[in-house]
């Protein structure tokens, strides 16, 4: 089992839809959660990140995470084509700054 | 703004060859990565470094070994390329303090084939 599962899509949805992306994790020892978004032909840019359990808004993007349930969300409001890209989930192994990624959930965003 | 270069795009090899990777970073970050990036794999630690020659092993080092000499600067070395290390190969720098060192920034990435 990885210790980072990610659905890698791909995801098609109409503009103006709630886009809904998810990870579940095995190691409770992690406590910060972390989304990058890749545009085609680019690096991952860091997108938001939270702390423990609870929720992070940053516009029309929401951050989740339910520890109890190993269970993180990003939600994006009202989508647009530009928001048409490639999600990573990512966790910290420890205080060091190594992250573990998820596969990454492609997105479409369709005029 | 902030910048992560890599030495090339698109690089194609021959099996056996060795092969440097180039990385520079114009932040003073502390920390540096090499990842290789592949379809349904997404992205996999293969060296780490927190200071200037000092690393340290990712999850897949076997194959590769690294060298830095410089703060801005982290090589990664294919001592002999195997057409299983095809990939996307992405670097990325990070500050060390606890409070920024989640924020990994990326190049652009070199695709590398290995034929």
């Known amino acids: 089992q990885k210790e980072v599962e990610q659905d890698p899509g791909p995801l098609s949805v109409p503009e103006g839809a709630i886009v809904s992306l998810n990870c579940t994790y095995s190691n409770s020892a992690f406590q910060y959660f972390m989304w990058y978004r890749q545009y085609s032909r680019k690096g991952p840019e860091l997108l938001m990140y939270t702390y423990s359990s609870g929720n992070k808004e940053d516009g029309r993007f929401t951050a989740q995470v339910d520890k109890s349930s190993k269970y993180i969300s990003l939600f994006i409001r009202d989508s647009q084509p530009s928001d048409s890209a490639t999600y990573l989930c990512?966790?910290?192994?420890?205080?060091?700054?190594?992250?573990?990624f998820g596969q990454g959930t492609e997105l479409s965003v369709k005029p | 703004d902030v910048k992560v270069t890599q030495s090339s795009r698109y690089l194609v090899k021959r099996t056996g060859e060795k092969v440097f990777l180039e990385c520079v970073q114009d932040m003073d970050h502390e920390n540096m990565f090499w990842y290789r990036q592949d379809p349904g794999l997404g992205l996999r630690l293969i060296y780490f470094s927190y200071d200037v020659k000092m690393k340290e092993k990712g999850d897949i080092p076997e194959g590769y070994s690294v060298s830095r000499e410089k703060k801005e600067r982290f090589s990664l070395i294919l001592e002999s390329a195997s057409t299983n290390q095809t990939s996307m190969y992405l670097c990325?720098?990070?500050?060390?303090?606890?409070?920024?060192?989640?924020?990994?920034?990326f190049g652009p990435g070199t695709r590398l084939t290995v034929t």
């Open positions: 990512a966790m910290n192994r420890n205080q060091g700054g190594k992250l573990i």
């Open positions: 990325a720098s990070s500050l060390r303090d606890v409070l920024a060192v989640y924020e990994q920034y």
